[in-house]
Every structure is written in structure tokens, then in C-alpha cells.
């Protein structure tokens, strides 16, 4: 009996002793594809297990349960992992607890439930966020117009808004491609829908799925958009009952002095823009600075990713997690936000000082919460319509693709009580 009582004390010991834990390292030296580790979190959480994110540790890895699914699920996608003992891990965790360290463990516990915007025959130019989300495979499900008016945007945790114009005004393609036999159809789609809504004009039912998705993110939820979604979506609010169209647009002339007219009040992240009037210029307002880029050329077109306190300010420390603090820019009909015109209340992520714009900016609505990224897709410079799409094969490691991921994962953190 005595023995059989040691044997069990020594096998708990060696058990003990060797039991282990999967590191994802994430930053430039170990990790050989880091779009697909963030695919590999998604899918751990997707099994009811808790994942840890070390933030600013190793270009923030993620600690994992160990298990041979696991290990063999990371060989098969090409993610590269780690092999730790507990008192390994448990060293790393008590080293990052340190007050004198900018680093913090955060728990993240289920796999969000994420919905993508973006219309059903989309045209062949893509979006960065499907793209990444395919790559790295993780789930989306695909909603439009009809499914947010019909409230079921309830159902999704994390929301993601296609390169949308929310203004009723077709991307503002009008200029360029307006005989193209694409700009015509999708006029005569979104009119149509518009009307099967119940709506006379594209612009009112566009402003009415705008309000939705407003009330959406007040609600709780997390809202992502890039390019034309982001300043396009805020117009939309700050010109709500206002006709900001033009006749070839909606049929008939925008609103007398519109402009004096806007509530920006009721928007996210932008204040005192002034809007583009002309239907010929590809672009919505003062808010974009593409053509107010001529010092940047692309060969030194970056922008920094901002430093914040991990411990203190953990929501913007995940969504700046990278293995570089410095970011190759893109362009794309909205590049980047004016500085001037961005709401004091509305924290900026990344940001290019020499032209005064900021890239990547971050803000809390209601109890949810908003980031807009400009640019089409971070490793297509001057993505146009009819490119090809992107390979992301080619660009396993991308810095710019990486923080989309992050927003992708930050509605998985459990919360905690904010300290500031």
C-alpha cells in the first residue's frame, strides 16, 4: 500500500514537473507566419479554451494549453510554436507582471462572433479584412442592408464595414467611371434595394443602416471599417435629414447650405469638415488626405504605431501589437484622417507626424467601441479598381495586416475594470 502511495505522489510530481504550455512567439526573428498564428488563437478559443496575450512580450505571443491538436493544427497552418514548461511559463508571466516592465497578460476567452458588411455581388476589387480573415481562417458570416435593418446585427460580437459609402453618393466613382458598365449596374442594384427597403432614395436607406449600426456599437458592439467606410459612415450620421446628393446621384439638388447644416455632434471621430461638393472629384470631405500628400512618396511612406502603457491602457496596446513600431503605408480613396479634424476624445493608434495625419485611430461609443483604419490594403500601395487581388502567401508577416487581426481578437479580452 505504502508503495503504491509513493508511485501516485510520483507521478503527480513528474506530471507536475512536465507538464507544458504552447508559446506562439510573435515577433520578427521566430514567427514565420503571423496572420495564421492569429487563426490559430481564433480556433483554440473556438474550442471553449482560454488563451493568454502577452502584450509587448515578444511582439505579443500568445500562450496557449498545450495539447497535440494544438501542436499539430500550428504544423499543419505553418504557425510557429514554442514548447514551455509550466515554471517556464510561469517565469515569463511573473517577469511581465512587473511593475517596471510595459508588458500585461490578458485572458482571452471566447471567439467572437464576427459579421462582415458588404454587399452580395460585390465587384472583383477586394477587401483587406475577407482577405486576411480567409487567410488566416477564421469564420465570418456576410450581412447587408437587409439583415441590419432587420436588427440582426445582435447577433455578432464584431463588425466589419466594407469599403461602403454611406452617403448615397456611389463611392464617388462618378467622375471616373460613370459610363463603366459596373457603375451602372451597381447603381441600378443599390437603387432597387433601396426601394425594396421602402426607401425613395439610396442615400436615406444607406443613412438608415448608418443609424443602426451607430446604435449597434452604443449597444456594446465593436465596429471596424477602413478606407471610404470610415469618413463616409461619420457624414452620414453628422448629415442626418440633410441631401447632401446632387441630382445625378438621387434625382434631385442637394440641400441649400448643407454644409452650415451638418451635426457633427453626432458622429464618431470627426468634427469641423468641410464636404466635397463637386460630383466630378473623387472624394467626400477635408477629412481624407490623399491629395494632401505630395511630400510622401512611396518609398517612404510609413507610419508609427503609437506607444502605450500595457498595464494602464491595455485596450490600445492590443490594437497596436506588432513586431515593428513602424507600419509601410498604403493609399486608397480614404488614406489617411486630417489631425485638425479628428474629435479630442478619439485616441490615435498610428500616424504619419511628417504629414500631419493620423492612419489608425481608436474611440469608445456608448458601452462599445470604433476603429478606423485608412487605406485599401496594406501591401497593395495604390490598389485600383480591376488589380489583381492580393496574395497573401506572398505576405505571411505583415505588419499592416497584423492590425487588423488584433481588432479581431480585442473583443475576445476579458474585461477589466479601466483604470483611467
Not at 71 to 94: M, Y
Request: proline share 5%; net charge neutral; with cysteine.
Amino acid at each position: 500500500m505504502k508503495k503504491v502511495v509513493l508511485f501516485l505522489l510520483f507521478a503527480a510530481f513528474v506530471s507536475k514537473v512536465t507538464a507544458s504550455v504552447i508559446l506562439i512567439p510573435m515577433d520578427a526573428e521566430f514567427q514565420k507566419n503571423h496572420l495564421k498564428a492569429y487563426g490559430i488563437t481564433y480556433w483554440v478559443l473556438s474550442k471553449q479554451q482560454k488563451v493568454q496575450w502577452l502584450l509587448n512580450y515578444r511582439g505579443g505571443s500568445f500562450l496557449l494549453p498545450d495539447g497535440e491538436t494544438i501542436r499539430k493544427e500550428c504544423q499543419i497552418r505553418g504557425v510557429s510554436f514554442e514548447i514551455l514548461s509550466d515554471s517556464e511559463a510561469n517565469g515569463i508571466l511573473d517577469d511581465i507582471s512587473s511593475p517596471s516592465k510595459n508588458q500585461e497578460s490578458v485572458i482571452l476567452e471566447k471567439a467572437p462572433k464576427i459579421a462582415v458588411y458588404s454587399p452580395k455581388g460585390k465587384q472583383p476589387w477586394d477587401d483587406a479584412v475577407t482577405m486576411v480573415l480567409t487567410y488566416a481562417e477564421i469564420p465570418y458570416v456576410t450581412i447587408y442592408d437587409e439583415e441590419v435593418l432587420e436588427d440582426k446585427l445582435a447577433l455578432y460580437d464584431w463588425l466589419h464595414l466594407h469599403h461602403e459609402d454611406f452617403t448615397g453618393q456611389y463611392g464617388k466613382f462618378y467622375g471616373s467611371y460613370r459610363a463603366a458598365p459596373w457603375y451602372i449596374q451597381q447603381k441600378k442594384d443599390a437603387e432597387t434595394l433601396a426601394t425594396k427597403l421602402g426607401y425613395s432614395k439610396v442615400s436615406e436607406a444607406k443613412r438608415a443602416v448608418a443609424l443602426k449600426i451607430r446604435n449597434y456599437v452604443i449597444g456594446g458592439g465593436f465596429m471596424f471599417a477602413m478606407c471610404s467606410a470610415t469618413d463616409s459612415f461619420d457624414i452620414a450620421l453628422a448629415a442626418h435629414g440633410l441631401d447632401i446628393c446632387e441630382p445625378m446621384f438621387d434625382g434631385d439638388p442637394s440641400e441649400a447650405n448643407y454644409q452650415s447644416k451638418l451635426d457633427y455632434t453626432k458622429s464618431f471621430a470627426f468634427t469641423d469638415y468641410v464636404l466635397e461638393r463637386n460630383p466630378l472629384q473623387y472624394e467626400f470631405s477635408s477629412i481624407d488626405m490623399t491629395s494632401k500628400r505630395r511630400k510622401i512618396q512611396k518609398e517612404t511612406d510609413y507610419f508609427s504605431l503609437m506607444d502605450f502603457s500595457a498595464k494602464w491602457d491595455p485596450i490600445p496596446t492590443m490594437l497596436c501589437q506588432n513586431h515593428t513600431s513602424l507600419v509601410k503605408g498604403f493609399m486608397g480613396q480614404t488614406t489617411a484622417f486630417n489631425r485638425e479634424q479628428i474629435k479630442p476624445t478619439v485616441l490615435v493608434l498610428g500616424e504619419n507626424k511628417i504629414n500631419n495625419e493620423a492612419r489608425y485611430i481608436h474611440g469608445i461609443k456608448g458601452k462599445g467601441f470604433f476603429t478606423f483604419y485608412g487605406g485599401h490594403d496594406p501591401e497593395d500601395y495604390q490598389h485600383r479598381v480591376g488589380d489583381p487581388k492580393t496574395e497573401l502567401e506572398l505576405h505571411p508577416t505583415s505588419p499592416g495586416y497584423r492590425l487588423i487581426l488584433n481588432n479581431i481578437l480585442f473583443p475576445a479580452a476579458r474585461k477589466k475594470k479601466q483604470k483611467t
